[in-house]
């Protein structure tokens, strides 16, 4: 018996084998799609399949044009608050285990992110007039 309760937690190479054979299937599998709608693919190539399309929109100008710092700003503080809704979910699962604790813990979370917007709000971080 303890022979075999030593065998089982070893580990060897041969444990791995699971894993390397999931990897060698699914790299296959897209290898052999790949190849195969290759050679089955239509091959008709004309003017209007190779001009450059975006949403239906015809093409204007250079798309290496300056993007206004705003649009990037935007995008980091949505990130980041959108980080902190995902600290809420531990809090969600949890909440009748962590009682007044966890409350108070999570009260102090949303007044840190409430202080950060009130000076992100400030600041004019938000506004888009120029």
């Known amino acids: 018996m303890f022979t ?15 894993i390397v054979m999931q990897l060698v299937a699914a790299l296959g599998f897209v290898g052999i799609t790949m190849i195969a709608t290759h050679f089955l693919g239509p091959k008709r190539k004309t ?24 649009y990037f700003l935007t995008a980091i503080l949505f990130v980041l608050f959108d980080v902190e809704v995902i600290f ?23 007044a840190f992110f409430l202080c950060g917007f009130i000076y992100i709000l400030k600041k004019g971080a938000l506004k888009w007039e120029d």
């Open 88 to 110: 809420f979910y531990p809090y969600a699962v949890n909440f009748k285990q962590l009682q007044w604790d966890g409350f108070y813990a999570m009260l102090i979370f949303v």
């Open 4 to 18: 075999d309760t030593v065998l089982l937690s070893a580990t060897t190479p041969f444990s791995y084998f699971p």
């Open 47 to 70: 003017s209007d399949k190779l001009a450059t399309f975006e949403s239906g929109i015809e093409q204007k100008g250079n798309a290496r044009q300056p993007v206004a710092i705003k």
